[in-house]
């Protein structure tokens, strides 16, 4: 069986991107007889004790995972493929990958699915330049293919590789991402993490007002959750295993998100999640969102607080509309956003074989 190299940051299971563009599709791979073989550059317990340490810890991290990539140096496994996922260590380093598909002779392809040739919220700039430099723009140049999560990574990508392919961030939508029976009560779901957490923290003032007038609940998914006097919601720890549970049956899915460069190349999961679990996602006028989201017909896209507020009150005290946007929202998931379906265009982006 040929061997994929899979280098990441990232361990299995850590992130929503590792999981649903990398390792979901292990079968899909197979059934052409390829295998993956993950590298991360952090073991899930060092990856997790990271995020949380001081500097001394994220140190001795760094170190061990440098180890490591020095080892693939001395080492490299035989492949047919190197597929890097964003960035094989949180540096702006290309030397790995470089050497080792020279060594190897293999092919190699770069994906990334967030805007990160920028300096991201939060992020000073030493750090910027000690964490990606220019280290995107030259993994660009030096892959055979590149794949992105969106068009605007796209127009990034393609301006220094031609060879670029938009394949959407996807789900399991016959077994794992399955519409539930609507909650009785009105209910409001966010799925999120820390990232991504002043988004909703800024739109609490609209749920308020929305929660006043239609007596609906908001349902927090995630690994930290908002500070509100004022509002009281339900707080369901992130869990891999139970995350599309917790979906099921939500009558409506926010995704607030500021307009900017840097959230333009956000890809719209969770509105993608919402679509396949059949809530109805109710999300911000931006970027990839406008790809996903009809607007008027399999949601709702929002730019200002009184459409925010508007376009919530209207799904949740109408029934007909509800239901309507709920069914084509799924249909669009299922027909676009399935991981079966973009199985083919990821193998030949990947291995870059074409299939009878």
Known sequence: MKKILVL???????????????????????????????????????????????????????????????????RPPRHEVLWLYRASTPTALTVFERYVTWRCKSRQVYEFDDAIWLK???????RHRLTTGSRVTKSCKKANAVIVGNQYLADYASALNASTTVIPTTVEVHHRFLPGIETREPTIVWTGSFSTLEYLER??????????????????????????????????????????????????GVMPLDDNAWTKGKCGFK?????????????????????????GVTGFLCATETEWEEK?????????VRAEMSAKARDVAVRRYSSVVQCALLRHAVTGKTES
């Open 120 to 126: 991201g919220p939060g992020i000073g700039a030493l």
């Open 203 to 252: 739109l609490l003032p609209v749920l308020e007002k929305v929660i006043e007038r239609t007596g609906a609940k908001l349902k927090v998914i995630s690994d930290v959750f908002p500070e509100s006097a004022e509002l009281d919601f339900e707080c369901i720890p992130w869990s891999e295993a139970t995350e599309h549970v917790a979906l099921r049956g939500a009558w409506v």
């Open 8 to 74: 990441s940051v990232y361990p299995l299971g850590t992130t929503a991107g590792i999981r649903y563009r990398v390792e979901q599709y292990r079968d899909c791979f197979m059934q052409a007889g390829y295998k993956l073989e993950f590298l991360p550059f952090f073991t899930r317990n060092a990856y997790l004790s990271y995020r949380k340490g001081g500097v001394f810890k994220k140190g001795l991290q760094i170190l061990w995972g440098m180890a490591k990539r020095i080892g693939l140096l001395v």
């Open 271 to 295: 509105a993608i999640q919402y679509m396949a679990s059949g809530v109805v996602p109710v999300v911000s006028d931006v970027g990839a969102n406008r790809d996903i989201v009809e607007d």
């Open 312 to 320: 919530l009150i209207q799904v949740i005290e109408n029934e007909g």
